[in-house]
């Protein structure tokens, strides 16, 4: 209880906009706990995948041999973005059937979860105490994050999705056999006794390499959210700090504005950024799965 007290009022503020609303009713303790369910960030990013695929069906229904519309431009433009990048990375024609539309899924996807940053940080619990929902359920719905890429889970599932797509181009381009062999084969080759010796490096090379593309992949994409997410959390400990009309709060509140419209504005880029290298790595990373070594 003495060690609670000594905690800041803006670290408390902080760490408590950190916890998610889970199945265990508080703060995960340890980095991997495959008992904690984070609904908060199942909910936004299914909801964030429905509406990208939601979208994308409508500007495929909409489609017309006439001047398209706006909507559908943009569509095209992003298409044909995606199906380009795809080209100078993908030879086989097969797969980017499959890897191009996932790609520009996966780009559109990130995009709208990562958006969700610029939503002001207590907004949902304005709106919880607002419609009367936090009162009704106390303290639970307050703990709620709404960006699912600062939630490590999110990140790092979509890396793995990536990784099994290695693996089964790897084992479809280069049949089973061709791929265990290359396992051992790569990145060393040599004849006879001297290849059987490189064969238990070249195995533990391989599996550092797919294990370093898999974490970095989901790594960096949450490291760039969670970072965000904490500055525009300190943005907002500038108008906590509000006390009245006075010197003191005036300047703290014009420097809460223009930080917070200062970064929101540069988080767009970021934003964007970020959607697009985790879509070009997963072309590369899928292309690579065609090449041998």
Same mark, same amino acid.
């Given at each position: 209880?003495?060690?609670?007290?000594?905690?800041?009022?803006?670290?408390?503020?902080?760490?408590?906009?950190?916890?998610?609303?889970?199945?265990?009713?508080?703060?995960?303790?340890?980095?991997?706990?495959?008992?904690?369910?984070?609904?908060?960030?199942?909910?936004?990013?299914?909801?964030?995948?429905?509406?990208?695929?939601?979208?994308?069906?409508?500007?495929?229904?909409?489609?017309?041999?006439?001047?398209?519309?706006?909507?559908?431009?943009?569509?095209?433009?992003?298409?044909?973005?995606?199906?380009?990048?795809?080209?100078?990375?993908?030879?086989?024609?097969?797969?980017?059937?499959?890897?191009?539309?996932?790609?520009?899924?996966?780009?559109?996807?990130?995009?709208?979860?990562?958006?969700?940053?610029?939503?002001?940080?207590?907004?949902?619990?304005?709106?919880?105490?607002?419609?009367? =929902? @936090?009162?009704?359920? /106390?303290? %639970? !719905?307050?703990?709620?994050?709404?960006?699912?890429?600062?939630? #490590?889970? +999110?990140?790092?599932?979509?890396?793995?999705?990536?990784?099994?797509?290695?693996?089964?181009?790897?084992?479809?381009?280069?049949?089973?056999?061709?791929?265990?062999?290359?396992?051992?084969?790569?990145?060393?080759?040599?004849?006879?006794?001297?290849?059987?010796?490189?064969?238990?490096?070249?195995?533990?090379?391989?599996?550092?390499?797919?294990?370093?593309?898999?974490?970095?992949?989901?790594?960096?994409?949450?490291?760039?959210?969670?970072?965000?997410?904490?500055?525009?959390?300190?943005?907002?400990?500038?108008?906590?700090?509000?006390?009245?009309?006075?010197?003191?709060? =005036? @300047?703290?509140?014009? /420097?809460? %504005? !223009?930080?917070?419209?200062?970064?929101?504005?540069?988080?767009? #880029?970021? +934003?964007?950024?970020?959607?697009?290298?985790?879509?070009?790595?997963?072309?590369?990373?899928?292309?690579?799965?065609?090449?041998?070594?």
């Amino acid at each position: 209880m003495a060690a609670a007290s000594n905690i800041s009022p803006q670290s408390e503020y902080i760490q408590h906009h950190l916890v998610h609303l889970n199945s265990i009713g508080e703060k995960q303790s340890a980095i991997a706990d495959f008992g904690v369910v984070n609904f908060d960030s199942l909910f936004w990013s299914i909801l964030m995948g429905l509406i990208v695929v939601f979208a994308l069906w409508r500007a495929a229904k909409a489609v017309t041999a006439g001047v398209p519309g706006r909507f559908q431009t943009s569509v095209e433009m992003l298409v044909d973005m995606v199906e380009e990048q795809a080209k100078s990375i993908i030879p086989n024609e097969v797969s980017r059937r499959f890897v191009s539309p996932l790609a520009l899924t996966v780009f559109l996807w990130i995009i709208l979860m990562n958006m969700l940053d610029l939503l002001p940080v207590d907004f949902l619990a304005w709106v919880f105490k607002m419609t009367g =929902l @936090g009162a009704e359920h /106390g303290d %639970v !719905l307050y703990h709620h994050r709404i960006l699912p890429t600062a939630d #490590l889970n +999110v990140p790092m599932g979509m890396s793995l999705g990536v990784l099994l797509l290695m693996f089964y181009y790897g084992i479809k381009i280069k049949h089973p056999g061709g791929f265990v062999k290359e396992l051992f084969t790569a990145p060393f080759h040599a004849p006879g006794i001297a290849g059987l010796f490189l064969a238990p490096f070249n195995f533990l090379l391989n599996c550092i390499e797919y294990a370093a593309k898999s974490v970095s992949l989901g790594m960096r994409l949450f490291g760039n959210m969670f970072a965000g997410e904490l500055i525009f959390m300190l943005i907002a400990l500038l108008g906590g700090a509000w006390t009245g009309f006075n010197g003191a709060s =005036l @300047g703290l509140g014009i /420097g809460h %504005v !223009l930080a917070g419209s200062m970064w929101a504005i540069f988080h767009i #880029l970021i +934003v964007l950024l970020q959607a697009f290298i985790f879509m070009m790595l997963t072309l590369v990373y899928v292309g690579q799965a065609h090449e041998g070594h």
